[in-house]
């Protein structure tokens, strides 16, 4: 497929919809629609002829990224370890910003990992900067562990991540990155997070389940996305109901 020039952005203003006009919808409370439950290691299921292209995140000279390829992630990767969890991703302090409001959900992403204890001494983000350079995030076990805020994934996705690899995820953080629709959270089957380095150009392909380090010329196959990958791919769990008629599409 042909390189697109287009930068890949999340709509944080659509994630409300109205039920029969009575109920509304909000993608802070997954209570209000049952959806079927998703298992974060879920049975692959292959992608329909209908399905839109899966975005590409390319890590630039500029914090932003670009939809290259229909199922390939590329960029320059952040390395973190073991037990990373949510006050580490996204401090409460700052849980008072609201995604729904653009300028606040640009806001949240400017603060992604700023919870990281000094040992790592390659900043995320920038001083100074809205976004990370780091499209990719590579992590060990537990990966997003503790509360069940969905700021979490919603900072990464505002930050400019595509992807998260770790080795396991808090089952919280799992679904709720599958119901905001804001990361990809993939699962390694050996310890990637020991093999690879903050900095280090990688890329990702959803439809081989294969992540390729090019700066070591290493290859590590990834657990399938599975039934996750449909609902990611429309934009969360409403989107995804939207999309399939499970919820009305909202009227003009």
Do not use: W
């Not at 952005?9 to 998703?38: M, Q």
Request: charged share 20%; proline share 8%; aromatic share 8%.
């Amino acid at each position: 497929m042909a390189a697109s020039s287009s930068t890949f952005t999340r709509n944080p203003t659509s994630i409300a919809t109205s039920f029969n006009s009575k109920l509304s919808l909000s993608l802070f409370s997954p209570r209000s629609i049952k959806l079927p439950y998703i298992h974060p290691q879920p049975i692959i299921k292959p992608l329909g002829s209908h399905a839109r292209p899966l975005p590409v995140l390319r890590a630039t000279a500029t914090p932003s990224a670009e939809s290259t390829n229909a199922t390939t992630f590329h960029g320059i990767c952040y390395v973190v370890g073991d037990n990373i969890d949510t006050d580490q991703i996204i401090p409460a302090e700052y849980l008072t910003l609201v995604p729904s409001n653009p300028a606040e959900y640009e806001k949240l992403g400017s603060y992604a990992l700023i919870g990281l204890p000094a040992s790592y001494e390659t900043r995320f983000i920038e001083p100074n900067e809205m976004k990370t350079k780091y499209s990719i995030v590579i992590g060990g076990d537990n990966f997003g562990c503790g509360s069940s805020r969905e700021h979490a994934p919603v900072s990464l996705g505002a930050a400019g991540v595509a992807a998260v690899v770790a080795e396991s995820y808090a089952r919280i953080f799992f679904r709720n990155s599958v119901s905001t629709g804001e990361i990809y959270p993939l699962e390694s089957e050996v310890r990637i997070c020991e093999e690879c380095k903050t900095g280090d150009v990688v890329t990702i392909e959803l439809a081989e389940s294969r992540l390729i380090n090019h700066t070591t010329g290493k290859e590590y196959k990834l657990k399938p996305i599975g039934d996750a990958g449909p609902v990611i791919e429309a934009g969360g769990i409403f989107a995804y109901a939207r999309k399939t008629g499970m919820i009305p599409l909202q009227s003009g």
